[in-house]
């Protein structure tokens, strides 16, 4: 007999991991919201980019990882997946915002 909260079927882990996504991705919406107003705040392509604040944000994720048990060479792979799609999408704003001369 399975334990409370352990799923029985593969079909049950799916769904959970599908409600997990969906969580995710309101989360993600959430950090774009804020990607596209920091770029506001930026005043070239360097202050995008900002490799010292991608590696703070990537050694924190490791930590936070650690702590809850995800592994961190996963945790840096996402993170930094997803960092490099923000960077894309805030320079594209950044530039609608402050267009080269």
């Not at 989360?27 to 995008?48: C, H, P, S």
């Not at 590696?55 to 936070?64: G, H, I, K, L, S």
């Not at 996402?78 to 267009?99: C, G, K, N, Q, Y």
Request: net charge neutral; glycine share 2%; hydrophobic share 50%.
């Amino acid at each position: 007999m399975p334990q409370p909260g352990t799923p029985a079927s593969l079909d049950e882990i799916r769904d959970r991991i599908d409600a997990l996504d969906a969580d995710l991705v309101r989360l993600l919406a959430r950090r774009e919201e804020l990607v596209r107003a920091a770029a506001g705040f930026k005043k070239d392509e360097q202050a995008v980019r900002a490799p010292d604040r991608v590696e703070r944000v990537v050694a924190a994720a490791r930590a936070e990882a650690e702590r809850a048990g995800l592994s961190p060479q996963v945790a840096e792979a996402v993170w930094r997946a997803m960092i490099a799609a923000f960077v894309d999408l805030e320079l594209t704003a950044h530039s609608r915002i402050r267009p080269r001369p």
